[in-house]
């Protein structure tokens, strides 16, 4: 299929969606081959790509051949996912959580298969679920409570157990056959769910569950709690009430009273003789009665005529807020409990679910998520004046958990944080100073950014700061066997510390990463301008119209298949100057093209010597 008809009819899938029909014809558009490169160089970029599953092969040799062998074995009927391969990773709580790692070619199988589904599901994905989403983070997510959740009474948390690992198969294919009319193509994800894995040579089925760490697993994730998503907006709509809260009598009192003194005091200015005494008066009565009023509170915050119900979604974690009666949220909790065990055959995890009431707080995402109430007046900004207004209350706030704070500065070795100890760190001293430096510069600037939220970020990571420069400081004094203060003194530069180092004899520097340079913004996946749903765009990238042309970029020939030869670090290039002097102008570093000669020779690092030159 020409690229112009594949990107017509991978768009208008969210239009037929939307529509209320069924999509057929995924399992056709699966044997375009710009689909494959799409999926390839969403691959090729990762990390990932050069880890192997049960087969030991990476994509390390992909080449448009081994594409059209999947293409062909698909239309056949006699391609069959291959079992995963087992490997764990630990948790923060120091159990492991398992992973599956697909083979390459299940890998580009599974993307394709993400990127039709994607089109699918994301035009009808609710607003409130941020999880493995373009556009949307757990920032986003958090960004969202923090600005709409005021007034929550109540926090729903309510805990999967093993979300991931109990995904019922039938349900899921029953949801994906209810926008999906293709057989071929949810028969391919049903062998996909049915792979099992493979771990300490042995083979295991899977009767439920999607594996963590497969492409396709967080869209299959989100559909299957696309329903719970449907089910909170049905509940929402059926528990909401009233459009606003009553004043309270006090406050109706008060602004009564103001109300009045202020007609008094136009009308005594409009008389003839007016009581400039008495003006002053009522004045000051106005200036008393106003303070008053900002003291006191304006609607009734337990209005049994107001309710809201507040939903947010990041994957299996989720959050409920809830402005009525702990009641309501109890009851909220149990028909919640009902709806994942009798619909998605999920249960909740008793030990780490609960109800909260909202001043003191829930764990969310990490944070700390609670209101807070000021009830005194305060100052502020309108517009070009400095006016008073009335204290906050039920106020939701983040806030960074300090035992957060203590495992990260503990897992980094940077000191002991109660006593305010730093140490060195003995696996830095043989790196050079500047990877050192940016070794802290990533730890620090990564853990506090995503932080950069809460509303005291600053405050509770200042001891954290302050144990990693000194940490830092100790460590280069160590390797270069000196003091602190010497090595402080050394890369001071005003206010801040350069790590200074050359590159081809140009001197440059490092600046070592300090808390006040913290940016507070929210972070996506993504584009930070993107939509809720943006429409399928195919693009070429240099790497495909390179292995398109199949040009060797080693020897020049174009009478030999080509393959792509990927890299696992650069110094695997240091064998062979001419490679090492391609990469050095190559955009894409770590993907070469080679015909299959000089990708053998590559591999076996014989030396390279280049072709005669002809002459006419």
């Known amino acids: 299929m020409l690229p112009d008809t594949v990107e017509r009819a991978v768009g208008s899938l969210p239009t037929v969606v939307r529509s209320g029909r069924r999509v057929n014809g995924l399992f056709r558009l699966m044997k375009s081959p710009i689909l494959w490169d799409q999926a390839y160089q969403k691959i090729a970029s990762n990390k990932g790509a050069m880890t192997p599953g049960i087969d030991g092969k990476t994509f390390d040799g992909y080449s448009p051949e081994k594409v059209s062998s999947i293409s062909a074995r698909l239309a056949e009927g006699t391609y069959k996912p291959a079992a995963v391969r087992r490997v764990y990773i630990p948790k923060a709580d120091g159990r492991k959580r398992p992973l599956g790692i697909p083979t390459t070619e299940d890998r580009l199988v599974q993307e394709v298969v993400r990127i039709l589904l994607n089109e699918i599901y994301e035009p009808i994905f609710h607003e409130e679920s941020h999880g493995f989403r373009e556009g949307r983070s757990c920032h986003t997510a958090l960004k969202g409570v923090q600005a709409v959740w005021t007034g929550v009474k109540w926090l729903v948390d309510v805990d999967v ?63 299957y709690l696309h329903e719970l998503d449907e089910w909170m907006q049905n509940k929402i709509e059926g528990f909401n009430r009233g459009s606003k809260r009553t004043k309270t009598t006090e406050y109706r009192r ?125 100052k502020a900004n309108f517009g070009s004046r400095r006016v008073v207004r009335r204290g906050l209350k039920d106020r939701m706030r983040l806030r960074v958990p300090r035992e957060k704070v203590l495992k990260f500065v503990n897992a980094k070795g940077w000191g002991d944080y109660d006593a305010c100890r730093p140490t060195r760190r003995p696996a830095l001293l043989h790196a050079s100073d500047v990877e050192i430096a940016a070794a ?112 060797c970029e080693r020897c020049g020939s174009d009478t030999k298949p080509c393959e792509v030869h990927h890299l696992r670090r650069l110094s695997d290039l240091r064998r062979e100057a001419d490679i090492l002097g391609y990469m050095r102008s190559a955009r894409t570093r770590k993907r070469i093209v080679l015909c299959t000669d000089c990708h053998e020779a590559a591999h076996s690092y014989r030396p390279y010597t280049r072709p005669p030159r002809k002459h006419a």
């Not at 093993?162 to 029953?174: M, P, S, T, W």
């Not at 926008?179 to 994800?189: E, Q, T």
């Not at 995503?450 to 509770?460: F, G, H, I, N, Q």
């Not at 070592?512 to 972070?523: A, I, N, S, T």
């Open 161 to 223: 157990v093993g979300f991931f690992d109990n995904i019922d198969h039938a349900i899921l294919l029953g949801l994906l056959e209810k926008r999906i009319s293709d057989r071929r193509f949810i028969a391919l994800i049903r062998g996909m769910l049915k792979a099992g894995y493979m771990e300490d040579w042995r083979f295991h089925r899977t009767l439920s569950g999607t594996p963590q760490g497969s492409i396709v697993s967080p869209l299959l994730a989100n559909v």
């Open 254 to 378: 008060y602004r009564s009273r103001v109300a009045k003194l202020r007609r008094r005091v136009e009308a005594q200015r409009a008389s003839e003789a007016p009581d400039n005494g008495k003006v002053a008066s009522m004045i000051d009565e106005i200036g008393r009665q106003s303070a008053e009023l900002r003291r006191t509170p304006a609607t009734d915050s337990f209005d049994p005529n107001y309710r809201r119900l507040r939903y947010c979604r990041y994957a299996d974690d989720f959050l409920i807020g809830v402005i009525g009666s702990k009641a309501e949220a109890c009851q909220i909790m149990d028909e919640v409990r009902m709806f994942l065990s009798e619909t998605l055959k999920l249960a909740v995890s008793e030990e780490k679910s609960g109800i909260h009431h909202a001043s003191d707080g829930a764990r969310f995402l990490g944070y700390d998520i609670l209101t807070e109430c000021h009830p005194h007046p305060h």
């Open 440 to 551: 802290y510069n990533a730890e620090l600037r990564g853990f506090a950014t995503y932080y950069a939220l809460a509303c005291d970020v600053k405050r509770k990571l200042n001891k954290a700061a302050k144990l990693a420069f000194q940490s830092f400081l100790c460590t280069l004094a160590d390797k270069h066997k000196s003091t602190s203060t010497w090595i402080a003194r050394k890369l001071r530069q005003g206010q801040d510390y350069y790590v200074r180092y050359e590159v081809k004899g140009k001197p440059r520097s490092l600046k070592l990463w300090k808390l006040m340079d913290l940016e507070m913004k929210v972070l996506r996946y993504g584009p930070l301008d993107v939509v809720p749903y943006t429409p399928f765009v195919f693009q070429r990238t240099e790497l495909v119209e390179r292995l398109n042309a199949r040009v």
